[in-house]
C-alpha cells in the first residue's frame, strides 16, 4: 500500500471508529457517557498529527453534514454548537497534542501521559463552552461534566495506554 493511499485511509478509519464508539452510550446528564474518548485516544497514539487530526476533522464534517455519527446516532451543525460542541471541537485538541507526543516507540508512561494531557485539554474546552453555552456556575459544570467521568476516563486512557504497542505493531 502507497504512503498516499494511507493517508487516505487511515483517516477514514480513525472517522469511522469514532462514529462506531460514539454509539455505545450511557446516559447520565446532560453530557453522556460514550466510548468516543477512547476512539480518539487511541487515533491520538496510533497516527501522526496531521493523520490523528485529520480523523477527528473528518468525523466533525461528517457530523455536520448531518451524518449521525455523533453520540445517539446525531448530526447536523447545532451538535457542533450546542452545550456539548466543546468537546467535539476538543477532540482536535486532544489528537493533535497527544499525537505530538507519542510515537509507535512511546513508553507506556509517555502514552498514557500524553492522552491525560490530551484528554485534559478536551475536558477543559468541553466543560468552558458547557459553562459559557448553558450559563451554570463552576459547580455545576464540573458536576456535570467533568466528575462523573474522571474514573471512567483513567480506565479509557489505560486501555488506550496498554493497547498502544500491540497494535502499533499491526499498522
Known amino acids: ?17 469514532i462514529a462506531t464508539l460514539s454509539q ?4 447520565i446528564g ?13 487515533i491520538a497514539s496510533l ?14 464534517l461528517l457530523g455536520a453534514i448531518g451524518l449521525p455519527v455523533f453520540a445517539g446516532f446525531l448530526g447536523g451543525m447545532a451538535s457542533l454548537f450546542g452545550p456539548t460542541a466543546g468537546f467535539l471541537w476538543g477532540f482536535v485538541l486532544y489528537a493533535g497534542v ?18 491525560l494531557l490530551g484528554d485534559s485539554l ?8 458547557f459553562a ?14 467533568i466528575l462523573p467521568f474522571l474514573i471512567p476516563d483513567l480506565v479509557k486512557l489505560l486501555l488506550v ?3 498502544h504497542r500491540p497494535i502499533s505493531r499491526l499498522l
Open 30 to 42: 446532560p453530557v453522556p457517557f460514550t466510548l468516543q474518548t477512547l476512539a480518539v485516544g487511541l
Open 122 to 129: 478536551c475536558f477543559g474546552l468541553g466543560s468552558l463552552v
Open 98 to 115: 497527544t499525537a505530538s507526543l507519542t510515537s509507535s516507540h512511546s513508553t507506556l508512561w509517555q502514552v498514557f501521559l500524553a492522552n
Open 161 to 163: 495506554t496498554v493497547s
Open 1 to 17: 500500500m502507497t504512503s498516499h493511499t494511507k493517508s487516505l485511509i487511515y483517516p477514514a478509519l480513525g472517522a469511522g471508529l
Open 132 to 145: 459559557l453555552v448553558t450559563r451554570s456556575s463552576i459547580e455545576s459544570t464540573l458536576a456535570l461534566t
Open 47 to 60: 497516527y501522526p498529527p496531521k493523520k490523528a487530526m485529520a480523523s477527528i476533522l473528518l468525523y466533525l
Open 24 to 27: 455505545i452510550i450511557i446516559p
